[in-house]
Structure formats: structure tokens, C-alpha cells
């Protein structure tokens, strides 16, 4: 039953991973598609998961400092996710990442409300402080590298500056960002048919593109006793992954 489920804007993880040293690109994308995003999609629902994106920036001539991946993981709140790991089938899926990111520099956090001034470096926020199901919606994803010529202070302003003139648009459901050192990923959400194809450009004054894309709505054929090979994951991509959603957790 995946009628529209709206919960809080800060129970989501947001999660940006950097490729283990040990894979190359290729077995990243195989490993991602045929293990990693199946699970993640398969085994979590039952356990609170709402909505799940997972996307991966253009990987030819990416510069390192920019995520190898991106994801978000929606739960019915944050203490659906703390009492997640209390079942085998989530602390299994939670044993994979070690397999393929570099744990070191990757990260996920819950994210807290666009402040006023000052946005802090890895740090999630979320721009619409009201619930929302971003399954069922829209869902347009950015992740762009800092120019050179621009500070990193300069390059945080100019970011919060957007987001603040980026909350009047028409239509806008939600939206997320998160500011590294040297990239910026961000996510916004629309009534389903309505999203904006155009809200990120500001971002390409300061930033070079490296993802800038509306999610696939990405329908689950298969289950985990089936013969499939899993979900294409071949950057650049972004899929909203349609979960099966049977407990209201």
C-alpha cells in the first residue's frame, strides 16, 4: 500500500559516499546496483524506510573531493531509524557499506532547519520546515563541485542566498542541501508533474555541474527469492525508488 505518506523534514539521512579504494568505478556502479541499492530497497521498508533516493554524479572527470554517490533515506521519524538497527535484516544491509565506500570520508546525517546566516561544512539542513512524501513526488537532485575562484566562505553565501530565494518558488515541497568543503549537493520536490527544471541554475555561477537531474520513478519488479539482476545503477543516474511501504511504522 503506497498511498501518500508524509513524515517530518528532518527524518531523512542524508548520506554522501566516496568509493571505496578497492573498486574500481565499474565494480562500484555493479556492486551499488546488484547488491547494495536492491537491499537498501528490499530489506528497510519493513523497518520504517519511507522513501529512498540514490544517485551518482557523472564520474568521468569528477574531481575526488565531489561524493562518488548520493543518497536519501526517509524514515518516519528519527527514532524509526535508531530502532531500525534492532532487526537482523537492517544491521545486514548496514554491514555492506564497508564493502564499498571509503568510511573514512563518507557520511549521512539528519539534517536541521536553513539557518539565517552561516551554514556550517557537512552539515545537513532542510529548506521546508513542513511533513512531506517524497516518494510520491517530484524530485530534482544537484551535485556540483566549488570553482576555484571562489572561497569557501563565499561559496557557503552564495548557496544560503539561493536556498533563502529559492523558498517563494510555486510548488516547492521540500528541499535539502548539504555543503562540503568543495561540493554542494541539494535536493528539491514537487507535486508530481510540476517540478522545476530550472531551480538549480543559479548554482552553475559558482559551481561546476556534475548531476542535475530529475529522479527516474523506479518501479520494484522483483523481490529478494527472485532471479533478477538488480537495478541499473550507471552514472550518472538519479532513481526514486517506488518501496514497497506495508507497515506504518
Known amino acids: 500500500m503506497n498511498e501518500i505518506r508524509k513524515v517530518p523534514p528532518d527524518a531523512v539521512h542524508v548520506w554522501r559516499g566516496f568509493r571505496s579504494k578497492d573498486k574500481t568505478q565499474q565494480q562500484f556502479e555493479e556492486f551499488l546496483g546488484s547488491v547494495f541499492v536492491p537491499g537498501c530497497s528490499l530489506l528497510q521498508p519493513n523497518a520504517?524506510?519511507?522513501?529512498?533516493?540514490?544517485?551518482?554524479?557523472?564520474?568521468?572527470g569528477k574531481p575526488p573531493t565531489v561524493p562518488d554517490q548520493s543518497a536519501l533515506m526517509f524514515w518516519t521519524s528519527q527514532q524509526t531509524y535508531h530502532d531500525a538497527f534492532k532487526c537482523v535484516a537492517v544491521r545486514c544491509y548496514t554491514n555492506l557499506h564497508g564493502d564499498l565506500y571509503d568510511t573514512s570520508r563518507s557520511s549521512a546525517g539528519f539534517p536541521v532547519l536553513l539557518p539565517e546566516a552561516d551554514l556550517l561544512v557537512e552539515t545537513p539542513y532542510f529548506l521546508v520546515d513542513a511533513p512531506a512524501d517524497w516518494m510520491s513526488g517530484d524530485v530534482v537532485h544537484y551535485i556540483g563541485a566549488r570553482n576555484q575562484n571562489v572561497s569557501p566562505e563565499i561559496f557557503r553565501a552564495h548557496i544560503l542566498k539561493w536556498a533563502k530565494n529559492l523558498l517563494p518558488m510555486s510548488g516547492l515541497e521540500g528541499g535539502l542541501l548539504c555543503v562540503g568543503e568543495n561540493y554542494l549537493v541539494a535536493w528539491t520536490l514537487w507535486p508530481k508533474g510540476k517540478s522545476s527544471s530550472t531551480c538549480f541554475a543559479p548554482l552553475k555561477d559558482f559551481t561546476t555541474t556534475w548531476l542535475d537531474q530529475a529522479s527516474e520513478h523506479f518501479e520494484l519488479g522483483h523481490g529478494l527469492w527472485e532471479d533478477w539482476t538488480g537495478i541499473p545503477m550507471t552514472a550518472p543516474n538519479s532513481l526514486n525508488i517506488q518501496l514497497h511501504r506495508t507497515l506504518d511504522i
Open 48 to 60: 520504517g524506510l519511507h522513501a529512498y533516493i540514490p544517485s551518482l554524479p557523472q564520474n568521468e
